[in-house]
């Protein structure tokens, strides 16, 4: 039972992954379709994230007065019906208004699915399970670009919503029969504004929760930086096909993947500073090597160098965050969906405005881009350890 869960829940999370990550290689496409610049088509990724950031604030709250289960069942709805609108716009401006549909559902999963680990586990139990489902969740991001670019050249741009609508609705069924509700009607908080109101005061009056939240969208930064940035860096700074974005993606996401499973199997003997420590170090690692390859390379980076240091950055991110995310929850038991919602909604604010504000700024200079990811770091770790400090 406890993998079925895992499994259903690391899929949850793939519905705002998929969404992000299989329309990339369309994104020219979508330009030429509606005649818009790229600046313009770069906003169906901005639309998207701030919506999917902005309905994270209120995910895990909903879910913490009706029911883990009735939420994500509503929100897989709404999801689907967005994806089907997106994949039938007759204009730019319905695919933007059907992207901001899919963002406000499709965080749900993601931010309900870690208050249903906090349900039913504590402790290490809860750490090695948020590692677990991060390591089949990272399946997503490495095949989604690839699928997508093959949608794309195979049957075209609109393709690409029509596979989303379908696992959104694969999604609703699998949940409908085989996710059981994990927060009983007795532990549950009338919803009430004002209650309400005072529970989200408590989380934004607590530093040190908001610190261990900022570190963690910071150094996710680094990730969101690559793909917001996936179209160009893939296309004008590696000069590769619409095909090849698992070029980038794979090792981004293999790193991912197998640090997570290398966490997860520590987690009983390692103490969570100790990981913490470890995953930061290889993070700088992995930064170091990036700022010297394309500072060398100028103009020239080509694959595989150009990302095996961010296999090593995402290996070092999946073995850090588990043990960060747990001990911020871990700070409100009683309002676990909330707490949740919040540490989601600052790490896809961090996502969103990296991705759509700094990635532009970026995403012509592979060196840049590394520079970008250290910088993030830096500031990640700089959270973090102000974090601990406040918590001595």
Known sequence: MQRLLTVIL?????????A????????????????VGPVAVQQTLSVFLFTFAFMMLFHGTLSDSFGRRPVILAALAVYTAGSVGAALAPSFGWLLAFRA????????????????????????????????????FGLAPAIAPVLGGWLYVGFGWRAT???LALFGALMLAVCWRLLPESLPAGKRH???GGAIARNYLKVLGHPQFLLLALAVGLAFGGLSLYIGSAANFVMAILHLPETAFGWMFIPLISGMVIGSAWG???AATHDAGRLRTLGYALMLLACVLNVGYTAWAHDAVAVPWAVLPLMVYTFGLAVAMPAIQVGALAL????????????????????????????????DSAFKLACGVTAGLAASWLSLRLAMHIQK
């Open 10 to 18: 690391a899929c949850l999370g793939m519905v705002g992954a998929l």
């Open 20 to 35: 992000i990550d299989t329309y990339l290689p369309s994104i020219p496409a979508i330009g030429r379709a509606f005649a």
């Open 101 to 136: 549909l899919q963002g406000l559902s499709a965080g749900a999963g993601s931010v309900i699915g870690q208050a249903i680990v906090q349900d039913r586990f504590s402790g290490v139990q809860a750490q090695k399970m948020m590692s677990h489902i991060m390591m089949v």
């Open 161 to 163: 919503f029509w596979f």
């Open 190 to 192: 009338a919803f009430h």
């Open 264 to 266: 997860g199997k520590r």
């Open 332 to 363: 409100f038991p009683d309002n676990r969906g909330l707490a949740s919602s919040m540490l989601a909604f600052v790490q896809m604010m961090s996502f969103a405005l990296v991705s759509g504000l700094v990635a532009p700024l970026l995403f």
